[in-house]
């Protein structure tokens, strides 16, 4: 059976874990060759391993985010490795509790917090997404999914920096949608709820039974199940969707 992403090339970054790692798997099942980016090469290479073990192909970078010479060198790196770029999912990010920020109120938070949550979130992001494009203008179109979050469409109690990124988060993915629909480039986000990662372990440990009791479904997503969506929303089959944000939540924002 054909997969949905059949001679495609596409790039994942934060595929060392969570939704990104599950996302890196699927692309792969759907038939696309994967740029595995994170921080480590070693997370990389994990999920690298996990690819190829069940029968993907790919390659391994590490490139920080907040770099953009090194996102400059995965993009090259990408491209050197399948001869272009067709898909991109600029997915890592980081929560408060990354910066110490667990729980404080949007005016008591650290300046140097609030900058590394936005310089990551959100720029780290943007400079993703520059050098895709211009990559996937050079050959003549794309398709790019950010990953945003019910933060991005609600106000999230003590976590001010972060939903400020993930609204932020949408806004570029909006305006990027626009500028680039002549370049045939579609730009979506996905818009995950709670979902079991190393990320939520911290707030289920803390808050676990209020945030459940908010999910009309009971239960945290899976990583999965955002995957899903991003790999639609690349492929083919999403050819009409720009400047879309898909919420995958569990009914966390239909409350
Ligand atoms: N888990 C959730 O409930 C949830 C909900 C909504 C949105 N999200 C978003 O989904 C994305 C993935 O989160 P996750 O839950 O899989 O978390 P995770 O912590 O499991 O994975 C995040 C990955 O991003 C990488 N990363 C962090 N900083 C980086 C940097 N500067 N450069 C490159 N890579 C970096 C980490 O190394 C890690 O592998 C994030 O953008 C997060 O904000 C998560």
New binding site residues.
């Given amino acids: 059976m054909a997969g949905m992403l059949d001679g495609k090339s596409a790039l994942v ?2 595929a ?5 790692r599950a996302t890196a798997l699927a692309f792969a099942r759907e038939g696309a060759w994967v740029a595995v980016a ?2 480590t090469l070693d ?1 990389a290479q994990r999920t690298l391993g996990a690819v190829e073990a069940a029968g993907g192909q790919g390659v391994a970078i590490a ?4 770099d953009d010479a090194a996102v400059a060198a995965m993009v090259a790196a990408a491209v050197n490795a399948f001869g272009g770029l067709d898909c991109a999912f600029n ?5 408060p509790y990354q910066v110490n920020a667990t729980g404080v109120a949007t005016a008591d938070i650290e300046e140097a917090a609030w900058l590394r949550i936005l310089d ?2 959100l720029n ?1 992001v943007w400079r993703c997404l520059r050098h895709e494009v211009a990559q996937m203008r050079k050959q003549g179109g794309g398709a790019i999914v950010n ?1 945003a ?3 991005g469409l609600v106000g999230l109690r003590g976590s001010s920096a972060y939903a400020v990124s993930k609204h932020a988060v949408l806004g570029l993915t909006k305006t990027a949608a626009i500028d680039h629909a002549a370049d045939n480039i579609r730009v979506n986000a996905v818009c ?4 079991e ?4 372990e911290e707030s289920m440990r803390r808050a676990g039974e209020r945030i459940l009791g908010r999910v009309p479904m009971g239960r945290l997503g899976q ?1 999965g199940e955002i995957a899903e969506a991003v790999v639609w929303m690349c492929s083919d089959r999403a050819s009409f969707v720009t400047g879309a944000g898909w919420t995958v939540d569990g009914g966390y924002t239909a409350v």
């Fill in positions: 970054t934060g060392g874990s969570g939704i990104g994170d921080l997370a490139c920080d985010v907040t997915n890592a990010g980081i929560a990551v979130n780290g990953t979050s019910v933060g995950p709820g709670y979902i990662t190393p990320m939520t990583p």
